[in-house]
């Protein structure tokens, strides 16, 4: 017999082995089975481990450190560590239209259910894809909460504060409508400080500490299908990417991807590389953006903001009023191009939806062919939400495939031929934009856009299809992200509203931050409706619009509509027509205007940024004759701010040539722009917003340089001028514009300024020879 004490000592001793034999098999599992580091990015490093664990390490610290995947299926959810088996590694070397990549992919059994997890790092590009694969697909997979969760999570990534040599992580997240605008978030990127609206109203998330490493986080693939899940768990928080909550089938071989994108320059360089990368990816052109009106020429708005929404001149009709505007505008020589018609000309059905998208006789009486005839105006329409009472659907007599629910009041149309036949017949009066507003409501109340993950694909697919086809282009209107980025796809989206609906006196033109995310995919930012006098008697809204001269500027630096919605007898033509030539092109910047980075970082880190600036400044620039200008816009500012072209992002205008800065109010006050002489900028508010140009010196002796138009709001625009031809001390600049149209162009010559005017002909353009001082 065995003395007790031995058998507890070789009881002791067998339970220390069992211990030390699974520490060994967890370090065995957790061996890092590749590190990848991207040629070009020698400061990103990927490192994945035999478990599917990975860190994202940014100058040899570990930015990112993933949490456990999981995959739901059969009624349940299978975890890493718990019950997602791990059933083989595949490591490829790969070749797609990016390039050379390295591919580890992790195949796990999830119950009855076979998923993909696949980590692809780039051989020559700072990007890193995440892709999930349901092999055999997966049913009963729906989320406790479906619509703020996801129903599965690759990538999975830890929440934790992470100090930098700079300071704390701090992020940038684009959530909620109007392009993630609504609910955008900045701040420490730690458990306690991450305040994000996650699940179907999701966007891109940036990290980045100060210095200019920055990380820009999507999806990538399935815009419309896919969340982030942020589970707030103190220390054990996490945020996950996945398929949305509410999905409870999916098909065999569906697959989703999400990107992590790194920079070194900076939040404008890191979307500026991320959104070329998806553009190319899905082929995103600009041909519908250069050819649509509604974003080239001047227009008339009646949404939201305007005068004339939901109201009408006394004793008038929708009709009468409309062609009044008109007359008035033709009497202060306005030349507005189209006019934009909201939601009060058609019928409305259930909760306010679309019955019906055809003009109501009391609006227009004549109908709305008749209209269109006498303006002799394009149009711009607007739609909401389809309700369920629509009479285009079968279930309500109609000819057309729709979702119609009962439950939420609502409907989706589920057949392209219904698009083409609405857009089609639409031509007729005129229709050149459609606007598709109330995405948000649409999406977010539908419940079958959540439960089918190919739905919301197909309802946006179709409607781009049937605009590209009828010449139409669409303009977005509290859209999520999802929609913007879906956009990829879709190249008749030219335009999105960037903030909420205009209202007069209030900051909805803070569109600085929410342009990095429209323009980095190929989409054109849009401020909305303004007006021109700050008082327009009798308005809805009760109010006044103090700050006119910074509505114009945000409207023509954002490169998208301006739009004017005064009533009649109150416009101010002179301040209209700082935006255009005389038949109402807009003479505009080469992008879009946006905040510069500074601004975000100090919005961020706070007093864990110290070269930061309170307020905003917004940077641009114009290339024409294949020379660089740049703007530095300042709609109001706190403090002292200095600022460098480094800073500006404009290292792609800093040729070689000098550039000198002068603020648009003072020319004469002009000094020296680089590095080593930045600008200060102090006292800029919204009533008197400031505008510096960045011009560069031309020739040395004498030394020229462009002021340009100063009666514009951008003095020199590509829309204007063609060519500038610089020829030893000689420069000749070659304008175009409407026959009897006169413009006066400012140089500074020899630090004297002369200005010289131009007549145009019919032939629309003239050569301005700065040395004789002539125009012809």
Same mark, same amino acid.
């Given at each position: 017999m065995i003395p007790a004490t031995v058998g507890k000592k070789t009881m002791n001793l067998c339970l220390i082995l069992t211990v030390l034999l699974l520490l060994v098999i967890a370090v065995s599992q957790h061996d =890092?089975?590749?590190? *990848?580091?991207?040629?070009? =990015? %020698?400061?990103?490093?990927?490192?994945?481990?035999? %478990?599917?664990?990975?860190?994202?390490?940014?100058?040899?610290?570990? +930015?990112?450190?993933?949490?456990?995947?999981?995959?739901?299926?059969?009624g349940r959810t299978y975890a890493q560590w718990r019950d997602l088996i791990l059933s083989n590694i595949d490591k490829i070397n790969g070749y797609d239209t990016t390039g050379t990549y390295k591919q580890t992919t992790y195949t796990f059994e999830a119950g009855p259910s076979k998923v993909n997890a696949a980590v692809r790092v780039y051989d020559a590009h700072p990007i890193v894809y995440f892709t999930q694969t349901f092999e055999n697909g997966a049913n009963r997979t729906k989320a406790a909460s479906p619509i703020n969760k996801t129903i599965s999570g690759f990538p999975s990534f830890q929440v934790k504060g992470v100090t930098t040599a700079q300071g704390p992580l701090g992020y940038l997240a684009y959530c909620g409508y109007h392009t993630g605008d609504k609910s955008k978030a900045f701040g420490i990127f730690s458990p306690t400080e991450l305040n994000i609206t996650d699940g179907i109203e999701f966007g891109p998330i940036t990290l980045f500490d100060g210095s200019g490493d920055t990380l820009v986080?999507?999806?990538?693939?399935?815009?419309?299908?896919?969340?982030?899940?942020?589970n707030k768990d103190g220390d054990k928080s996490t945020l996950s990417y996945g398929i949305m909550g509410g999905v409870d089938n999916v098909p065999a071989g569906f697959s989703v991807d999400f990107i992590v994108y790194y920079s070194s320059q900076g939040i404008n360089q890191a979307y500026e590389g991320w959104g070329e990368h998806l553009r190319g990816l899905y082929g995103r052109s600009d041909e519908f953006i250069r050819n649509d009106l509604t974003l080239n020429y001047l227009g008339y708005e009646t949404d939201n903001g305007s005068y004339y929404y939901y109201v009408v001149e006394s004793g008038k009709t929708y009709q009468d009023t409309i062609l009044d505007v008109l007359d008035y505008a033709k009497q202060l020589l306005i030349p507005y191009r189209y006019i934009q018609y909201d939601s009060w +000309? #058609?019928?409305? $059905?259930?909760?306010?939806?679309?019955?019906?998208?055809?003009?109501?006789?009391?609006?227009?009486?004549?109908?709305?062919? *008749?209209?269109?005839?006498?303006?002799?105006?394009?149009?711009?329409?607007?739609?909401?939400w389809w309700s369920n009472d629509t009479v285009y659907a079968k279930q309500n007599g109609g000819q057309y495939n729709f979702i119609v629910e009962s439950t939420t009041g609502k409907a989706v149309p589920n057949d392209q031929k219904f698009w083409d036949d609405l857009l089609e017949n639409a031509t007729?009066? $005129?229709?050149?934009? *459609?606007?598709?507003?109330?995405?948000?409501?649409?999406?977010?109340?539908?419940?079958?856009?959540?439960?089918?993950?190919?739905?919301? %694909?197909?309802?946006?697919?179709?409607?781009?299809?049937?605009?590209a086809k009828n010449g139409?282009?669409?303009? #977005?209107?509290?859209?999520?992200?999802?929609?913007?980025?879906?956009?990829?796809?879709?190249? =008749?989206?030219?335009?999105?509203?960037?903030?909420? %609906? #205009?209202?007069?006196?209030k900051d909805q033109w803070e569109i600085g931050v929410s342009s990095i995310f429209a323009y980095a995919m190929g989409i054109v930012p849009i401020k909305d409706a303004m007006w021109s006098s700050t008082i327009q008697p009798g308005n809805r809204y009760n109010k006044t619009e103090p700050n006119t001269e910074l509505q114009l500027a945000v409207s023509v630096l954002s490169t998208g509509a301006v739009a004017i919605g005064d009533r009649i007898g109150y416009s101010n033509a002179t301040l209209i027509m700082r935006c255009c030539n005389a038949e109402g092109l807009i003479l505009k910047p080469s992008k879009p205007a946006t905040a510069v980075d500074d601004q975000i970082y100090q919005t961020a880190l706070g007093g864990h940024y110290s070269n930061?600036?309170?307020?905003?400044? +917004?940077?641009? *620039?114009?290339?024409? $004759?294949?020379?660089?200008?740049?703007?530095?816009?300042?709609?109001d500012i706190y403090g002292v701010y200095s600022i460098t072209p480094t800073k500006a992002g404009f290292r792609n205008i800093m040729t070689g040539k000098q550039m000198m800065v002068f603020e648009a109010r003072d020319m004469r006050n002009m000094s020296a722009f680089s590095d080593q002489a930045p600008l200060r900028i102090s006292g800029c508010i919204k009533s008197k917003p400031c505008t510096y140009h960045v011009t560069p010196v031309l020739t040395q002796n004498p030394s020229i340089l462009m002021?340009?138009?100063?009666?514009?709001?951008?003095?020199?625009?590509?829309?204007?001028?063609?060519?500038?031809d610089v020829t030893g001390n000689d420069v000749k600049v070659y304008l175009k514009g409407v026959p009897s149209e006169g413009v006066y162009f400012t140089f500074s010559i020899d630090s004297n300024i002369v200005t010289i005017s131009c007549t145009f002909g019919n032939s629309r353009t003239a050569v301005l020879d700065v040395t004789a001082k002539t125009c012809q």
């Open positions: =890092a089975v590749n590190t *990848y580091s991207p040629s070009d =990015a %020698d400061n990103l490093d990927v490192i994945l481990f035999n %478990d599917g664990s990975f860190k994202i390490n940014v100058r040899g610290q570990t +930015w990112l450190t993933s949490a456990n995947m999981f995959f739901n299926s059969n986080i999507s999806s990538a693939s399935k815009f419309m299908s896919v969340n982030n899940w942020f +000309w #058609y019928f409305k $059905g259930f909760g306010g939806g679309v019955k019906s998208w055809e003009a109501r006789p009391d609006i227009f009486p004549d109908g709305f062919q *008749y209209v269109h005839n006498k303006t002799g105006l394009p149009s711009l329409g607007h739609n909401r007729s009066w $005129g229709l050149v934009t *459609y606007e598709q507003d109330w995405l948000n409501v649409e999406f977010d109340k539908v419940d079958a856009l959540h439960s089918d993950v190919s739905l919301g %694909d197909t309802w946006l697919t179709q409607m781009g299809k049937a605009a139409i282009t669409i303009e #977005y209107c509290m859209s999520p992200s999802r929609h913007i980025m879906h956009a990829l796809q879709t190249n =008749a989206v030219t335009q999105t509203h960037a903030s909420n %609906d #205009y209202i007069p006196g930061g600036v309170e307020g905003h400044v +917004w940077t641009t *620039y114009i290339e024409v $004759g294949g020379l660089k200008f740049g703007i530095i816009f300042v709609p002021l340009g138009e100063l009666t514009k709001v951008v003095p020199v625009s590509p829309q204007r001028v063609t060519k500038i």
